[in-house]
T-cell receptor
């Protein structure tokens, strides 16, 4: 079974500041990990994913995440926040191996960016 | 290539009525997942379907909910005798194959309001 914990339901940063959104996972098998972004009243858009290749994953819009097995973490970062980054972010896990891609999501983190 | 289509985008039903939510996957995708997003909660898996087959419905409420993905046409999530607790956003996602590493592409969602 898999689970995801996102630390901090709300994160507020100033424009230009570092963005750090935390995600810890639990999985009985090697996981695949995803970060999705959701803008108000829209669907989810994939930012990036880890599929057991490089542990540092680069995604769209300047975001990246690092898979740390020893810490069971997959934190999302961006060096410099833009106003357009304000949205809700979801970390998700699916089981690795041959299992199908049923996603287990964290509770989400709402990112607010101040001018 | 059109993305995942869902309709209607907004649906209002009175208690006891039926709700039918439709999802057309991306072209070439034969794997469909349904997720529900309740207010103040993250997304929860409901059901995974391939063409003409329900593979995993472990997240579906035992009563009143059903899903199908016929050989021709969209996937349908059906809720009979809706209650206020069914008010939520329902998202459909599709992927090209079964693998856990495959990206799931999300539709814009159907927001169901039960009066």
């Amino acid at each position: 079974a898999q689970s995801v914990t996102q630390l901090g339901s709300h994160v507020s940063v100033s424009e230009g500041a570092l963005v750090l959104l935390r995600c810890n996972y639990s999985s009985s098998v090697p996981p695949y990990l995803f970060w999705y972004v959701q803008y108000p009243n829209q669907g989810l858009q994939l930012l990036l994913k880890y599929t057991s290749a490089a542990t540092l994953v680069k995604g769209i819009n300047g975001f990246e995440a690092e898979f740390k097995k020893s810490e069971t973490s997959f934190h999302l970062t961006k060096p410099s926040a833009h106003m357009s980054d304000a949205a809700e972010y979801f970390c998700a896990v699916s089981a690795g191996g041959t299992s199908y891609g049923k996603l287990t999501f964290g509770q989400g983190t709402i990112l607010t960016v101040h001018p | 290539n059109a993305g995942v289509m869902q309709n209607p985008r907004h649906l209002v039903r009175r208690r006891g009525q039926e709700a039918r939510l439709r999802c057309s996957p991306m072209k070439g995708h034969s794997h469909v997942y349904w997720y529900r997003q309740l207010p103040e909660e993250g997304l929860k898996f409901m059901v995974y379907l391939q063409k003409e087959n329900i593979i995993d419905e472990s997240g579906m409420p035992k009563e009143r909910f059903s899903a199908e993905f016929p050989k021709e046409g969209p996937s349908i999530l059906r809720i009979q005798q809706v209650v206020r607790g069914d008010s939520a956003a329902y998202f459909c996602a599709s992927s090209p194959s079964q693998g856990g590493a495959d990206t799931q592409y999300f539709g814009p969602g159907t927001r169901l309001t039960v009066l």
